[in-house]
């Protein structure tokens, strides 16, 4: 959903008849460019460590704000320099040995996805994350590593380089996988690459993140992520726990070629997505046929609030990403509600025969 200030965060910061809001505009002023659409929010963010400072909070809780946003900004900062590259974050075991079939497959897996010019993100360690990185080489790897009291390396392709970003808090990593991630492939692994993969769906499933392909992959007699899957469908599934259509949210691949595929396949007509106030835009690379635009308002009329489809062009609302201006736009009043359905829409408009020619 599209960001709205929260009346609390907007509200004036005064105390002994000083308007600190006026002393924050000023220092914005200072700081910001004149043209910059961010005012408002920066404005925000100051206003709220000042009132911190008032309530002069436990000091736990000071060193907790510092930290993140601290954490935040170099993240920030760094990964600026890769921001129009598609980026894959891959999670799996990092107990798994250099001998093991899986640690082949997440190799091959990491190469096959540089191949396609993607980047390999992972949590920088060994196993699973150690083989992803070495088959994509440095150049297409990024580590979001963990500091801990004990010694604590990155794998040997990002350990000392540039393209390694190390975090103190579990949460903010998990927070820059998903955030930077335009897609994921989950190896098998334990309780971390579990909690992984059921936050990414229910991130997904809630609208919390943007849509983006999951891939389930293990090797091809594996059973690992079948089983998992057979446990969602008999107990969630079946039980009304979650919506049948969100299971769509996931594809199972068995070798690292079918994985790479459903990703570019995800793209092959989709580009991205985003809220423009009560409209949902999808950003497409062809224009879609009469045909094809009929046919979605009958089959998939169910994701619409008010009824209809349109595809329009860029628009003014857009004009902070004038990068995408020849993007033609899918728009629609999404209920905001039935992802997996939306993920079958997706796979809708990627079948080339319902492009305009």
């Known amino acids: 959903m599209p960001y709205e200030p ?11 008849a000083i308007d ?3 002393r924050v505009d000023e220092l914005l002023s200072q700081t910001l ?5 961010n005012t408002s929010l920066y404005r925000e ?7 911190m400072a008032q309530a002069d909070r436990d000091r736990w809780d000071a060193k907790i704000m510092l930290q993140t946003l601290r954490e ?10 890769f921001k129009r590259r598609r980026k894959i974050t891959v999670f799996g075991s990092a107990r798994t040995p250099s001998d093991h079939p899986l640690y082949h497959l997440a190799r091959e897996l990491g190469a096959t996805l540089a191949k396609y010019e993607l980047m390999v993100i992972t949590g920088a360690g060994g196993g699973i994350m150690a083989a992803a990185h070495e088959g994509a080489g440095y150049e297409n790897s990024l580590g979001f590593n963990i500091t801990l009291p004990f010694e604590q390396h ?11 970003l190390p975090f103190h808090f579990f949460f903010l990593r998990k927070l820059f996988f998903v955030k930077e991630a335009d897609g994921l492939v989950l190896c098998p692994g334990g309780f971390g690459t579990l909690d992984e993969a059921l936050e990414v769906l229910t991130l997904i499933q809630t609208g919390k993140s943007p849509l983006v392909p999951v891939v389930l992959l293990d090797v091809p007699e594996g059973r690992f992520w079948l089983d998992a899957l057979e446990l969602l469908q008999t107990q969630l599934r079946d039980n009304g726990y979650i919506c049948p259509s969100d299971l769509k949210l996931i594809r199972i691949a068995s070798t690292p070629q079918q994985a790479a595929e459903e990703i570019i396949g995800f793209y092959r007509n989709f580009h991205s997505s985003r809220w423009l106030k009560e409209s949902f835009v999808i950003r497409m690379n062809h224009a879609l046929n009469e045909q094809a635009m009929a046919q979605l308002k009958h089959d998939f009329a169910d994701l619409c609030l008010t009824p209809g489809f349109t595809q329009q062009p860029y628009c003014k609302s857009e004009a902070d990403e004038p990068e995408f201006c020849e993007l033609i736009r899918l728009a629609f009043h999404f209920n905001a509600r039935d992802h997996g359905r939306l993920r079958e ?11 305009k020619q």
């Not at 935040?72 to 320099?81: K, N």
């Open 6 to 16: 929260d009346d609390y965060l907007a509200r004036h910061v005064q105390t002994s």
């Open 20 to 22: 600190l809001q006026q």
């Open 33 to 37: 460019p004149s043209d910059s659409e």
């Open 45 to 51: 963010m100051l206003s709220t460590v000042i009132r």
């Open 72 to 81: 935040m900004e170099g993240a920030f900062a760094m990964l600026s320099q």
């Open 154 to 164: 990155a794998n040997a392709t990002v350990h000392g380089t540039s393209h390694v």
């Open 345 to 355: 829409l997706v796979d809708f408009i990627n079948q080339p025969q319902h492009w």
